[in-house]
């Protein structure tokens, strides 16, 4: 039974999988590294004015809310192309244009932006206005969303194909 919650699969290239997941093995890696500076900070004395003991705190924290984001991100994640389809898709490379000038065209990724560094394409998240709006759109269909600033826009579906990596 589908509870409605589900996220859209995150497309990640081979290349992109294998950066997270040699970022998220470093991460664990240095959880001990982590640990012994939050002791030694802690024996220095009162902890309530320990910089030193707080800082290792905040930076612990930091790192072990990264390494649950990665550890889901990579299970949940879909390796390679997204597969061919008839709509606009995460995981697809979409040209729009804007209003009704077919001169004023963008080209981007519509998927996660942990694939941003091995693509020079500009990546949106399907979660993004501009993402929600041309989901399940077709080439030629006409979206309309509010960007941040509270304009809205009208963009035009040029065309979308699989990212190849």
Same mark, same amino acid.
């Given at each position: ?36 500076? !939050?002791?030694?900070?802690? @024996? ?6 320990? $910089? *030193?003991?707080? =800082? /290792? ?9 990264? !390494?649950?984001?990665?550890? @889901? ?6 390796? $390679? *192309?997204?597969? =061919? /389809? ?9 040209? !729009? ?69």
């Amino acid at each position: 039974m589908s509870t409605g919650n589900e996220a859209p699969a995150t497309w990640l290239s081979q290349d992109a999988f294998d950066r997270l997941q040699g970022e998220l093995d470093e991460l664990i890696a240095n959880r001990p590294v982590i640990a012994a500076e !939050i002791n030694a900070r802690r @024996e220095e004395g009162d902890l309530r004015e320990n $910089g *030193g003991y707080h =800082a /290792a705190r905040e930076e612990q924290g930091k790192a072990e809310g990264r !390494i649950l984001y990665l550890k @889901e991100l990579l299970r949940t994640a879909k390796v $390679g *192309g997204a597969q =061919a /389809a008839d709509v606009v898709s995460p995981g697809m490379v979409v040209t !729009i244009y804007f209003d009704d000038d077919k001169d004023d065209t963008e080209t981007f990724l519509l998927g996660s932006r942990e694939i941003a560094s091995t693509t020079d394409l500009t990546v949106y998240s399907p979660e993004s206005a501009l993402g929600q709006a041309i989901l399940g759109g077709r080439a030629g269909q006409t979206c309309t969303y509010t960007a941040p600033s509270g304009a809205d826009i009208k963009v035009t579906v040029v065309s979308f194909e699989p990212f190849s990596g």
